[in-house]
C-alpha cells in the first residue's frame, strides 16, 4: 500500500494485518470433524434411551415374577384344606333311591297309559254299539212277525231265502236273539207277562213260554223277552 507523506514522497508502506486470516481447512478432514462431534452430540441420548428400556423392562420382569409369585401364595393360603372323605357307600345310597323313584314314575305311567286305553278301547265299543242300537231297534219288530210267520209255517220259497238273510246279517251286526223255554228267570233280561203256577219239573222260577224272544248287541238289553213263568212247586 502507498501512503503520501506531507512533503509530498510517496513511500510505501507495507501493511500488516492485524489479524491473521483463518486457514481453510481440508473438506474431508472438516466433515469427519462434523461426523465425530455429530455422533458424540446423539450417543449420550441413544445410550440412554436404550439403558432406560432395559432398566424398565428388568423392572417389568422382575414385578411380574414377584407379583406371580405373590399372586401364587394368596391362592396357596386361600385355598381350603380339603379333608372331607368322600362316603361312597352314602353316594351308592342315593342313586339306589332315585332309580327307586324313577321305576315308580314309570310303572304309574305305564299303569295309567293302560287304564287310557282300556277307557278309549271301551269308548269306541259303546259308539259303535249306539250306532248298531239305533239301527237295529226298529228292525226287531220285523224279526218278530219273521217269527211268528215261521211259527205257522208261512215262511216258504222266496219269502224264507230273504227272512234267513235278514237273519244272518242283524247277527254279523252283533244282535244276538235270546229266551227259550227253561231257562232260568232274569228280571234284567226277561219280562214277566203272566204266572202260570208251579211246575214240579223246576227247582227256581222260570221261563215256561215265550212271548216274544229278546234281543241284545253285546252286554247291552235292546229289548228284554217277553215271557211267561212258573214256579216250583
Do not use: C, W
Amino acid at each position: 500500500m502507498t501512503k503520501r507523506r506531507p512533503g509530498g514522497a510517496e513511500e510505501a508502506v507495507e501493511e500488516t494485518a492485524s489479524e491473521t486470516p483463518p486457514s481453510e481447512t481440508d473438506p474431508e478432514t472438516k466433515a469427519g470433524e462434523e461426523l465425530t462431534e455429530d455422533s458424540e452430540a446423539d450417543a449420550p441420548e441413544g445410550d440412554a434411551a436404550d439403558s432406560d428400556d432395559a432398566a424398565e423392562a428388568g423392572s417389568d420382569e422382575d414385578g411380574s415374577a414377584e407379583a406371580a409369585e405373590n399372586e401364587a401364595e394368596v391362592v396357596a393360603e386361600d385355598a381350603p384344606e380339603d379333608d372331607t372323605e368322600v362316603d361312597f357307600g352314602d353316594a351308592a345310597d342315593e342313586i339306589d333311591k332315585r332309580v327307586a323313584e324313577l321305576t315308580t314314575d314309570l310303572q304309574r305311567l305305564q299303569a295309567e297309559y293302560v287304564n287310557y286305553k282300556r277307557r278309549v278301547d271301551r269308548d269306541r265299543e259303546l259308539v259303535s254299539q249306539n250306532a248298531t242300537y239305533k239301527v237295529l231297534t226298529p228292525i226287531v219288530e220285523v224279526l218278530d212277525t219273521i217269527d211268528r210267520a215261521r211259527e205257522h209255517g208261512e215262511v216258504e220259497g222266496g219269502f224264507k231265502a230273504v227272512a234267513d238273510q235278514l237273519e244272518k246279517i242283524v247277527t254279523n251286526l252283533g244282535l244276538k236273539k235270546f229266551a227259550e223255554p227253561g231257562d232260568v228267570f232274569d228280571p234284567n233280561l226277561h219280562e214277566a207277562l203272566s204266572h202260570m203256577g208251579t211246575d214240579p219239573e223246576v227247582e227256581e222260577t222260570s221261563v215256561k213260554l215265550v212271548a216274544k224272544a229278546g234281543y241284545m248287541i253285546g252286554d247291552r238289553v235292546v229289548r228284554a223277552a217277553q215271557v211267561l213263568v212258573v214256579d216250583p212247586e
